[in-house]
T-cell receptor, first 111, second 112 residues
Framework: AAGVIQSPRHLIKEKRETATLKCYPIPRHDTVYWYQQGPGQDPQFLISFYEKMQSDKGSIPDRFSAQQFSDYHSELNMSSLELGDSALYFC??????????FGQGTRLTVV | SQQGEEDPQALSIQEGENATMNCSYKTSINNLQWYRQNSGRGLVHLILIRSNEREKHSGRLRVTLDTSKKSSSLLITASRAADTASYFCATARMDSSYKLIFGSGTRLLVRP
């Protein structure tokens, strides 16, 4: 069965650069979530979308933005990267109120 | 943690023993979900329990939910070395089903 696909799997960027992370949800899932997980930390909710509209916002820095496109894939754009942005970034998708399926994550390293 | 605490933070047991992990949360919820994560890997969904349910089973997993105490427990019976992982609970709040909030996780080590 198709799962949530994230790309790239690994990304190395320098401070102050920009990064774009992509997420392709499971077909027919209309809800997408983004999470950030630092080393040894629990996943922190960043933002979610339902039917291509932003539905909830968590602890997402102003330097980050996200959107969901007409084909339901989502992108997380991160600008002016800081060392502290180094983390695993997960995308998940679900039907509303149902279990969420997570991708394998993008490991972002800012140097 | 954005939502609550998991207890214990770390648990070490012998293969064959049962493992119990607890999760507390702060707000009214629509459902509570348990996830497993191997180090540096993705989160794998284990079980979802809705706010009107009190207990749910899936294979060697048993989840209970006490909404009056705002707590849940995950029991893994007859543990195996392959169960070694971090376990997280996540809640979907009543005011929004589109935000899953994670607890701080329990690191489980099952010794062979």
């Amino acid at each position: 069965a198709a799962g949530v696909i994230q790309s790239p799997r690994h990304l190395i960027k320098e401070k102050r650069e920009t990064a774009t992370l992509k997420c392709y949800p499971i077909p027919r899932h209309d809800t997408v979530y983004w999470y950030q997980q630092g080393p040894g930390q629990d996943p922190q909710f960043l933002i979610s979308f339902y039917e291509k509209m932003q539905s909830d916002k968590g602890s997402i820095p102003d330097r980050f933005s996200a959107q969901q496109f007409s084909d339901y894939h989502s992108e997380l754009n991160m600008s002016s990267l800081e060392l502290g942005d180094s983390a695993l970034y997960f995308c998940a998708s679900s039907l509303p109120g149902d279990k969420a399926f997570f991708g394998q994550g993008t490991r972002l390293t800012v140097v | 943690s954005q939502q609550g605490e998991e207890d214990p933070q770390a648990l070490s047991i012998q293969e064959g023993e049962n493992a119990t992990m607890n999760c507390s949360y702060k707000t009214s919820i629509n459902n509570l979900q348990w996830y497993r994560q191997n180090s540096g890997r993705g989160l794998v969904h284990l079980i979802l329990i809705r706010s009107n349910e009190r207990e749910k089973h899936s294979g060697r997993l048993r989840v209970t939910l006490d909404t009056s105490k705002k707590s849940s427990s995950l029991l893994i019976t007859a543990s195996r070395a392959a169960d070694t992982a971090s376990y997280f609970c996540a809640t979907a709040r009543m005011d929004s089903s589109y935000k899953l909030i994670f607890g701080s996780g329990t690191r489980l080590l099952v010794r062979p």
